[in-house]
């Protein structure tokens, strides 16, 4: 517990700086590096050595440099900050840590709260804003936040993008599209850099818009085949209908929290913590803003773009999954923390919108992940499966924990991919059932790599993902007699075992992608004609062999980045540091990263984690493990070797003997049908049955109406149709009886595709519904 | 125009205008109708500079001077010429169209109608027979003043939409 | 005047505008009745705006004429795709909508 902050909780005036450190205050530059980077190599990329990749590299490698140091810049910052420093630009205000009365000095340039946290430092942030126009007293801003949130997705974001670029140079070299690659991953990485630093919700809209149309033009890389322009076209439809989430929930927020008046984000954070602000507002927003976060972030029901979304470059899948793209609303949810915390009262609850979409997601997708024979759409539902949790961390209030989980799962999330694509790099294929196999023999150095990512995701104890997950459980709250300690926000019992089902089912399936991709026996290099998507020069079909040193060091950076960043921030408890420095490495992240005690970030309780629990955490993930250890590496390996069979299940297993199975595995095949819904049943429905009955209501009703006749009636149709037809009146009522002797048949007509007759319907449907309104009006 | 205006304010009645108006108003109807009926394209272009320039004098009569002059550089100037082009490119029969067919035709004729019927129904039920005094033409100046400081957003939009028509047009048009 | 006949001059051309979309063949004659509503609005917006004394109804007609000039440049560009295409604009054969 944090008393001061209990007793402090919202400081009245704005901890935020405008005079820091100039890396802090310049943090614009990281984005506009690859921007600029974007520009160049567009134009003059075809004519470099390197066809533009050099730009891309150059650009996001000073990024990152920049972005490193900007993190120590932030690290001090948090530390020492104080008013003497910047003198007397910036203003001071004092709380003395028990809530009493504020002595709040404001300067023309800003306003700084000095609110202490358990170090007795405050965590103020930095803001430059530069007005880019007003318009009708609302004025636009445009502007950097750097909090500790946006440092450490700036380090994500250029590292993970830096090694992804080194990366391509290999993959896609030789691509017809090389340099429009490249151009495209600067942008992308540029975007979400914009995303990240925007400090007001207009401009992260942009931003989010940005990298939506990013992912859309490199997901449909390979236009050329129709799958992927098809997955490209999915992806940013299906972004669209969260984006009408986003849009209403910004505007919501704009008039109810910002009070029609300012977009800034952390003013409009201020005005929700210190109330005032409508509560239904902010029930709204929220639900709206999660809308936003199911497509954006791949939660259920919403996800389904995500698999398809692989049909990009394998690079870009993993700057979707790891660092780009899918993380965007979590962020979005993070930024705007308050208005959920208020909004779905997450403090003292024990279920709520966001957190239980997170919770289904985390299992539903983790069952997904289990029937995929493409590697990569394995390691997709496990994107959305993880980024459930991360929602669900969200939902039940447990926000370091969420960005922790955000943090570590980028780096063992791009390693595995990245991973999948050095072993597709070598076989040309994704399938894991018919192309893969035994390929430890052949890529030694992948393999260990990959199975480092598979144990930091299935989050084995001393791995990132153990640290961060464990931490997601503890803050749910919901542990009842494991003992933890400590106040989470609230009880999520039902979340916490989703979790605990997440954590095994992620065991479970990494195991199962890891046998039949490296173990057993190679079942691919039989078919030499196979379709060869990556347009490389390679040439030779025969056995497969370890990738170059470009696409190895990387995984080998990410490998070790993935066993070792859990240790920022070890809970309470655990290795305590020296006696000079008693927190050690304890909660260092949550402590550069929350900005508790600041003016915008609510007073998040914090739960202290328990032996006991992170035991029997690890051990649900052992048990998961196991159980597809046992079956694949044990049972199947044993009867191959006996028959001599290339095998990759065992002949009559559970779904083949059990009906009950037998249907799951159907389901779960099928993807929850849940494809089938969106194209058959709503697509086709408003295509078919409602054009038809809207069609079948302008023939009968409107024109009934029309011909003064009150032949209107379902039944009568037939008697319609040969009235009309004897030539009452020629024309558009003929038009529909010309051809048919029923009306069923008639109907059939109606998708004559001439978009006049489209338009005469829509007009005379206006038409209608408009003269209803003055009838209504006018009696 | 300002005569014109100047003249009613002082008589109440506004003989001279509403005689004006009405010949205009039933060319106008006249040329439209014969721009949605006529056989031939270029014919149908021509009857179309009629409705235009009787739009540009309806504008005078409501003292926007400034969208006049607009209404005849712009449509009359420039559209109309890009439509005659547009026959000529498209080599459409510079002669007859070829003959509607009639279902169409009289389902177009029942839509208009009413359409019109609900829209006269709600403007005389609701506007009945209230006036408009023009006492003074709107300046240029006041036009400006409104687009560049309170409507500036959506003139800036409405640059951008122009680049992105001008770049839609040719990525459409061009031949490759 | 009454605001009145403008107001049901502009409704007369509106309606004789969506007349010609919906039963002209030629691309080119659809773009032209598209013009003709385009104007009945444009006569809405000023007449609203001199009554109510208001500048707004001439900026945003101005705003509507830019649109429509973009909108004849697209239209155009269209119509002259299909000719290419089709070798001819009638719209009646354009029905890959057809589901």
Known sequence: MFPHLAAGAVSEVSTVTNEANWLLENAWLIALLPAISFVLILFFGKKMPFKGAEFGITAVSISFILAILTGAAWMDHRDNFTLDTYGEKAAVLVDDGAGSAVDSVTLAVGTAAEATDGDGQAYVAVQKTTQWLQSGGVEFNAGIMVDGLSVMMLFVVTMISLLVHIYSTDYVGGDRRYTHFFAFLSLFTASMLFFVLSDNILQMIVGWELVGVCSFALIGHWWEEKPNSDAALKAFITNRVGDVGLLVGMITLFFAAGKGMTFDTITINENILQGGVSHTALVVAAACLTIAVMSKSGQFVLHTWLPDAMAGPTPVSALIHAATMVVAGIYMVARLFPVFWEGMQIEGSSINFLATVGAVTLVGAGLLAFVQDDIKKVLAYSTVSQLGYMAMALGVGAWTAAVFHLFTHAFFKANLFLGSGSVAHAVHSFDMKKDMGGMRKFMPKTYVTFVIGSLALAGLFPLAGFWSKDEILVNTGGWGILGGSGSAPGSYTFHFVMGMIGAALTAAYMTRCVYLTFHGEYRGGHHDDHADDHADDHGHHGEPHESGPRILYPLYILSAFSILVGFVNFPPGFLAGSKKDPAGWQERFLHFIEPAGSSYFPAVGHATPSWWLAIVASLVAVAGAGAAFTYYFVKVDRLAKRTGEHLVGLPNGVTTTNAFARAGHKLLVNKYYLDHLYTGIIAGGTKGPIAKAAYWVNQNVLDGTVDGAGRTAVQSGKLVYEKIDQGVVDGAINASGRTSDAIGEELRHINTGRVQNYAAIMFAGAAILAGAFVLLLAF | MQLLAQVSSETDLYVAQNIFFAVIAVTMIYAAFRVVTTANVVHAALWLVVVLAGVAVQFLFLGAEFVAVTQVLVYIGAVIVLFLFGVMLTRASMGDDETVAGEKRAMAAIVGVLLFAVMAMALVDSFEDTRVDIDQPQGVTEVSDAIFSQYIVPFEAVSVLLLAALIGAIVVARKD | ?99
């Open chain 3, 1 to 99: 005047m009454l605001l009145n006949q403008f107001l049901l001059l502009s409704a007369v051309l509106f309606c004789l505008g969506v007349y010609g979309v919906l039963a002209r063949k030629n691309g080119m004659l659809v773009l032209m009745s598209v013009e003709l509503i385009l104007n009945a609005v444009n006569i809405n917006l000023v007449a609203f705006g001199a009554f109510r004394t208001d500048v707004g109804g001439s900026v945003f007609a101005l705003f509507t004429i830019a649109v429509a000039a973009a909108e004849v440049g697209i239209g155009l560009a269209i119509v002259l795709l299909m000719y290419r295409n089709r070798r001819s604009i009638d719209l009646t054969q354009a029905d890959l909508l057809k589901g």
